[in-house]
Each structure stands twice: as structure tokens, then as C-alpha cells.
């Protein structure tokens, strides 16, 4: 069983950053982030995959957000920039025991317990 802590949400005015850390407990080979808004349905936002599988980004937050990770530390990154207030979410980790990039949650085996993001405009 691995465990997933997320840190670094918090208030932020659109246009700003934010940077999200997801330690595991464990190894893992895909991490990723998802996101639920009220009222809404949990989407993907990010993968990375262990070393030589590459990332792969929500079309939402492409070219905005870089997920990266320390697999020394077991840890993985979300670098949010340029927020908007259609940011706002929980933010989840996720890590999977599947190779690739898995973009379904039904497809990670852990979750974090979330962290909320706020971006006011």
C-alpha cells in the first residue's frame, strides 16, 4: 500500500503560481494530478511516468503547467502558472502501478487526500 500527502494549495489571484508536492511512501511507477471543481466531475490535468515515459497534459493546462518528479524522493510536482480562476479545484495525486500515461482515474490504484486551490479574479 502506498500513501500519497499532497502540500502547497492555497489562495492565489489569477496570473499567479502555485506549486503543488505529492510525496509517496513508496515507489510508484505514473503519478498524476486530477482536479474536481464543485459541482463538477473529476478530470485528469497531468502524467508522468517513470524515467523514459514522458508527461502528457490536459489540453485545460497544457503550456501553463509542468508536472515533474524526483523519483529519488518519490516525490512528483505540479508548477502551476499563469492561473485562472477556472483553476479552482481540489486538486488530487495519484500513482499507479501502470506503465505509460493513464489519463482515466479508474487506471491509478492511490490517491491523496487532496488539496484545495483557489484562484480569485
Known amino acids: 500500500q502506498v500513501q500519497l500527502v499532497e502540500s502547497g494549495g492555497g489562495l492565489v489571484q489569477a496570473g499567479g503560481s502555485l506549486r503543488l508536492s505529492c510525496a509517496a511512501s513508496?515507489?510508484?511507477?505514473?503519478m498524476g494530478w486530477f482536479r474536481q471543481a464543485p459541482g463538477k466531475e473529476r478530470e485528469f490535468v497531468a502524467t508522468?511516468?517513470?524515467?523514459?515515459?514522458?508527461?502528457y497534459y490536459a489540453d485545460s493546462v497544457k503550456g501553463r503547467f509542468t508536472i515533474s518528479r524526483d523519483n529519488a524522493k518519490n516525490t512528483v510536482y505540479l508548477q502551476m502558472n499563469s492561473l485562472k480562476p477556472e483553476d479552482t479545484a481540489v486538486y488530487y495525486c495519484?500513482?499507479?502501478?501502470?506503465?505509460?500515461?493513464?489519463?482515466?482515474?479508474?487506471?491509478?490504484?492511490?490517491w491523496g487526500q487532496g488539496t484545495q486551490v483557489t484562484v480569485s479574479s
Open positions: 508522468r511516468g517513470w524515467i523514459g515515459y514522458g508527461t
Open positions: 495519484a500513482a499507479s502501478r501502470r506503465v505509460g500515461l493513464p489519463t482515466i482515474g479508474d487506471e491509478y490504484d492511490y
Open positions: 513508496g515507489r510508484t511507477n505514473t
